[in-house]
């Protein structure tokens, strides 16, 4: 059995290498790019906006702190621009979306008429399905300004999203989180009144000191509120700056809790919230609808198992997935703003192609708890060894239909997943987990 936690979780596969630099990975890339696209797949669009107001201490994102209006509409302009040069290209220009995704920072900053700019030359240049799942992410003061709130019904925003992460006002001192549970009661009060019937949160458990009575704390608040889907992650330490580390370690601020309180915490919220009515529907998410939205169905792969669906990422920092290809654009908000100014593409990170493709879906059959059989090339790219160890763990078990994740299963997910990787995946894993490891405060975006 596994004896410690795998420390990392990740959200895109393959892994992205450090730098876009190698002349010949990148030609490759731009020959796909130009040339047309050679199967039909399910899409995402996937937008970033890097701006907030404040920065979270636990914030890994790519994120900049910005309350002026210039470098907004700079930026809205660029980034209206980069969605014109990306829909024209030759691989891309026939491709429907099946989903739409707003993520940051913090989009809801943005002033209406810098939204509608961007909403504008959305539909304008892309082809957006009329049933689309549209996504805004934002923080909650922002978020529930009417007029921004009609904007997003007005362009067909069906499900909004932001940041509440905890209950406990010394815990939200603690993050430096601006907003307040009164900004988070307006929002959804405001929301649910304009008649949007999918409102998601961001929480997180594993906080500093954390144990069973903090957890219900939340887990009882949450229940009197009632949102649609849940997103609770486990914290991650890797981005709280050096500072704040050296205070728990000194006892000013708690520690990080033990790995045994870790699992005691996880089993604590998902008996919680089924008994509240929400369905585990994948790794961290949950729901009151017994399946996964499609920005995260689609950005892992197209859902157990599969491992075809592609991702358009759009902004400085966003990332996405074309023809086996993870790619990042540049992180640098200045670099990017600057070529896309030039008429450029802003790609800055490339991943190398997978030995096997289809091993992708077998990664990610782990958010989804379950890999459908007919995925067999997915199923044979993991070892038969792990699968060997799996079953005879107790973390996973056989359906007539497919393999799924035990309860078990569901508390080792970030182990189990690094072990569906292939061994050029796993060392890049392991390079990567060096560098956050030795570099206290950094802000890398989502692995």
Not at 26 to 36: A, E, H, V, Y
Not at 39 to 62: G, K, Q, S, W
Not at 171 to 185: G, H, K, P, S, Y
Not at 344 to 359: A, C, G, I, M, Y
Request: with cysteine; proline share 4%.
């Amino acid at each position: 059995m596994y004896t410690t936690l795998y420390p990392m979780t990740y959200y895109f596969y393959p892994l992205l290498e450090d730098k876009f630099t190698d002349s010949h990975h990148q030609n490759t890339f731009r020959q796909i790019l130009n040339s047309p696209k050679p199967a039909v797949t399910e899409n995402l669009l996937y937008l970033h906006i890097p701006y907030c107001h404040d920065m979270c201490r636990f914030c890994p994102f790519h994120v900049r702190v910005d309350k002026g209006g210039e470098i907004y509409d700079r930026y809205t302009e660029a980034l209206c621009k980069e969605i014109e040069l990306v829909s024209s290209l030759p691989y891309v220009s026939d491709m429907s979306f099946k989903a739409v995704y707003f993520g940051g920072g913090s989009p809801s900053i943005f002033s209406v008429t810098n939204l509608r700019k961007i909403f504008e030359n959305l539909f304008k240049h892309f082809q957006i399905n009329s049933d689309a799942e549209i996504s805004f992410e934002g923080e909650p003061k922002t978020l529930s300004e009417p007029a921004k709130l009609d904007l997003l019904k007005e362009y067909q925003v069906k499900r909004i999203s932001f940041g509440l992460q905890t209950y406990d006002e010394k815990m939200r001192e603690l993050f430096n989180i601006a907003a307040t549970l009164q900004d988070v009661d307006n929002c959804t009060k405001n929301a649910r009144e304009r008649g949007f019937e999918d409102i998601n949160v961001d929480m997180m458990y594993d906080l500093p000191g954390q144990d069973i009575t903090a957890i219900e704390y939340d887990l009882a608040h949450l229940k009197n509120h009632d949102f649609d889907s849940l997103d609770y992650y486990n914290l991650h330490y890797y981005a709280f700056p050096k500072k704040f580390k050296m205070a728990m370690k000194d006892g000013t601020i708690p520690s990080k809790p033990s790995q045994q309180m870790h699992f005691a915490l996880a089993q604590q919220l998902r008996t919680s919230l089924k008994n509240m009515g929400y369905y585990d529907v994948a790794d961290p998410i949950f729901a009151k609808k017994p399946q996964v939205c499609e920005y995260f169905r689609l950005m892992w792969g197209g859902g157990k198992g599969d491992h075809s669906s592609e991702m358009i990422a759009l902004g400085s920092s966003a990332r996405g997935y074309l023809n086996g290809y993870c790619y990042m654009n540049l992180g640098n908000t200045e670099q990017y703003l600057q070529t896309v100014e030039a008429g450029q593409l802003p790609l800055e990170k490339l991943s190398f192609l997978l030995t096997t493709p289809e091993n992708r879906g077998a990664a990610f059959f782990i958010k989804f708890f379950e890999i459908d059989k007919v995925y067999q090339k997915a199923i044979q790219s993991i070892s038969q060894n792990i699968w060997d160890f799996w079953q005879q763990n107790g973390l996973i078990y056989e359906t007539a239909k497919s393999w799924k994740l035990s309860e078990v299963g569901k508390l080792w997910t970030t182990s189990m997943m690094f072990d569906t990787f292939d061994p050029h995946q796993r060392e890049s894993a392991m390079t990567s987990l060096g560098f956050v490891e030795d570099r206290p405060g950094i802000r890398t975006g989502s692995f």
